[in-house]
């Protein structure tokens, strides 16, 4: 991720927790699926402002993000089983198979290498691990046109608005256990790979 994003982000982390209001409910189902399954070593990245780290249940959560205003408001939920550390998704400072889950929640479309970013989860992750999705992806209706037409201001916040599940060819790595959509017109969905 670039410095002029980083920064970016630093100034942004005061208006995120309205950002955060509208995504909760895609995150709902997220949380679901994520305490549903058996206790493990969990890397959340870009955690933002932290809000939602309280809704993990039973998980050891490691948590990153690049911008370090973002995690110094995220340390007001910082938990017995939560350690916070800034880091780029695209440059994982892990060894290999180290986590069970990777949960990249509302990630994909604001960092500049995507596939990047997927290939490090898919290093980082143990055999059999899963890895959670939740995003915008640009549907083949109506929608394609206002996301199209956003492009220009979504790039104002750093933020690919046209943004189709194809163009992320990294995912050819996993595969894929379940697709859930979470809003309006498949808007949101919520995809589970695993690492077999």
Do not use: W
Request: with cysteine; aromatic share 14%.
């Amino acid at each position: 991720m670039s410095n002029h994003t980083h920064t970016f982000y630093n100034k942004f982390s005061f208006f995120y927790p309205c950002v955060d209001l509208f995504l909760r409910r895609q995150k709902k189902r997220l949380f679901q699926e994520v305490n549903s399954l058996p206790c493990g070593q969990l890397l959340d990245i870009g955690v933002g402002h932290g809000k939602h780290l309280q809704f993990y249940k039973k998980h050891q959560i490691t948590g990153i993000d690049t911008s370090q205003a973002m995690l110094q408001t995220a340390l007001k939920y910082k938990k017995e089983n939560l350690q916070l550390l800034h880091m780029d998704g695209e440059d994982l400072q892990f060894a290999d198979a180290t986590f069970d889950y990777v949960v990249l929640s509302h990630v994909m479309a604001v960092v500049a290498h995507p596939d990047k970013v997927l290939e490090e989860s898919y290093r980082v992750l143990k055999p059999g691990g899963q890895v959670f999705i939740l995003n915008h992806f640009t549907p083949n209706n109506g929608l394609k046109h206002i996301d199209s037409a956003f492009q220009r201001v979504g790039r104002l916040f750093h933020f690919r608005s046209l943004f189709y599940i194809s163009n992320l060819k990294a995912l050819h790595k996993f595969t894929l256990l379940k697709e859930i959509n979470v809003g309006q017109l498949s808007y949101f969905k919520l995809l589970i790979y695993a690492k077999l």
